[in-house]
């Protein structure tokens, strides 16, 4: 873990935001922010599964199919979705006017819009903050600033992994925080690496790492209309292009997953109105589709985060949500932990209710279920619910 | 509708409940209830999905194999689930006992039990109860009343439909409440009827009725592992019995269908802190499949209900919970209205923000969307999230 490191910790990154006028204003707001690498780089994105997809999410598509991209440009505030072709050429339109700034080519550019869904981009602020735009090789923190929308802190992290006499590094920027019920939550995340690797083992990489810690804060078709996860790899630490077969493939992806870890536990730890993060690892399953789901479907549940927030040991909810998970479980070999207190093992177990309660009232709180079924293992993260949540998302708009 | 309804107004039904020690004291609380029908019945039944069941609904669907039964027993305050042999031995000694009682066999009773999961039913307080139970020819409103857990009011109605010359009823109790987010709600729906129902029929046009009213309520696997809707038809009408094929078959399936409508109209009024019922209609859709997910999904998302309680003109959120739910939509051909407020035409439409938010303010509101792909619809119903329903959900057990 590099000490305050963000997508400006790889070499040959710069990046820089501004305060557009897109959010409503506020001390220190910024809301239209960029990122670019001096070279072009191998590239790799992955996108919301929804059937709605926003404009931004059509054109970035489009321009990561071929395994290259120089930068991504994106605003927070609005989200350009719904919008029809007005919206679908502004999307272009934020493409050109950073790869006029850069000088590289529009399709080399990657765009996000976070925000509001079915209000108009002013494209007249857009414009002007894209050109005032100042690039820097510490910029990584400010980027990771204006992308935010409801989240209360920035997120932004790096790491360093060393293979065949090398330094290298990987940094990433991201946004979340509607992540308490994760449906609708639009998550940003981008990263940087200045390690030369093949675009496609990048692009298996970053799917294998996304699966294990992204995709395990989000329930599968429980996406937005406009998540993001994208890669640029620059290779400016120079060395041979990394690929499956090469040495450096398996640090190279160990460290790839850390990061992703990293910035997974970070969405979940600031979902809107959380207190508490929320670990859950399922172990003892029939398959590993089973542990995943199992995973995510008590990391999700209304209830269990409720539970949670409410240091109530009341762990049949656990139950509850495997059993709606649609899991396998074997509830005669079944076992249940919160924290370090077990309380079934095959029937409910006898267990002090207040060292239950004491586990719940961490700041990290772990759920563990062994479903007694096998050997596949998976782990996922939440928060709690909190009365804050509903405030939060009573007037969005108004 | 008959004024003041209850599943004793069709004839030939008797009912009671007694408060056993079950619940947590408090004035006028009942929870353990017996419903009994004065001669054998056709019988027919629907069970949660969950693969964690309740050991009553494991009991209760091996009872009405047969499609046949005569009585329900039903407590509330403990569910009786991850009991184990236990919960099993506990939950056909429910049924020995009402048999018992009523002088009729123990596999002609149904039971359920509803509440807090891994606790052991206290049978001997279950004992006394139904020792205790007297059957009333109007005691359908204390079965209802016994079968509340977070519910506010009990669930009580029963129509008439006339058909060759006679008059019959059916009746039913319901209990919901943490409906406000559907999974893991355990709802109850408990029906009778004087009309006499060939079992096969009673099962198929229970089936129909349920798709369109409770199922819709609730998204697929988002059941509870106690989720029971039974119905006992004991013909004490009179008249010859109503199959697929018969002249009444209509009405009847016609009047059932207007009682289940009316209970999950009446469950979503009534969820977990809900000051709202939202009713939403999809239309224009590619298949009756892809209505059904867009309209339960949408009534089901946090982030819709949470704009609902705020009186938040948020549509966008509408079309980010068609995107989820994966129903096709196009999104050039598509409309929503909020209530009588259209603000979505293929494009963002001008619309009067405040007429839109008056639209959010009433006791019930209507969300309508038009998917734009073919002529299929339909209809779900869910209600406004508040912070009460953290609060309720945060200290169940404690």
Known sequence: MIEGGSVTSPRGFRAGAVYAGIKTAGEGKLDVALLASDRPCAAAAMFTRSSVKGAP??????????????????????????????????????????????????????????????????????????????????????????????????????????????????????????????????????????????????????????????????????????????????????????????????????????????????LARDGEGAEKLIEVRVEGAASQADARAAARTISASPLVKTAVHGNDPNWGRLLMAVGRSGARIDLARAHVWLGGTQVFAGEPLAYDEQAASDELRREEVLLRIDLGCGGEAATAWGCDMTPEYVHINSDYTT
Chains 1, 2 share one sequence.
Request: hydrophobic share 45%.
């Open 57 to 266: 999410v059509l054109v970035s598509q489009e321009h990561v199919r071929d395994g290259r991209a120089q930068a991504i440009v994106v605003n927070a505030g609005i989200a350009n979705v719904a919008m029809g072709e007005t919206g679908m050429a502004h999307a272009r339109e934020m493409c050109a006017l950073a790869a006029a700034k850069l000088g590289v080519a529009p399709a080399d550019v990657l765009v996000g819009s976070t925000g509001v869904i079915g209000k108009r981009l002013p494209m007249e602020k857009v414009r002007d903050g894209i050109a005032r735009i100042g690039l820097h090789p510490d910029g990584g923190h400010a980027f990771a600033r204006a992308i935010m929308t409801t989240d209360t802190r920035p997120k932004t992290l790096a790491v360093r992994f060393g293979c065949n006499g090398r330094d290298f590094a990987i940094g990433a920027a991201a946004k979340g925080s509607g992540m308490i019920h994760p449906d609708m939550a639009t998550m940003f995340c981008f990263l940087t690496t200045d390690a030369p690797v093949d675009p496609t083992f990048l692009r298996d990489a970053l799917r294998d790492a996304v699966d294990d810690s992204l995709n395990m804060i989000s329930v599968d078709n429980d996406t937005s209309t406009s998540d993001t996860v994208a890669i640029l790899a620059n290779g400016a630490t120079g060395g041979e292009t990394i690929d499956a077969s090469h040495a450096c493939a398996a640090a190279f992806a160990a460290a790839l997953h850390q990061v992703c870890v990293g910035v997974a536990r970070m």
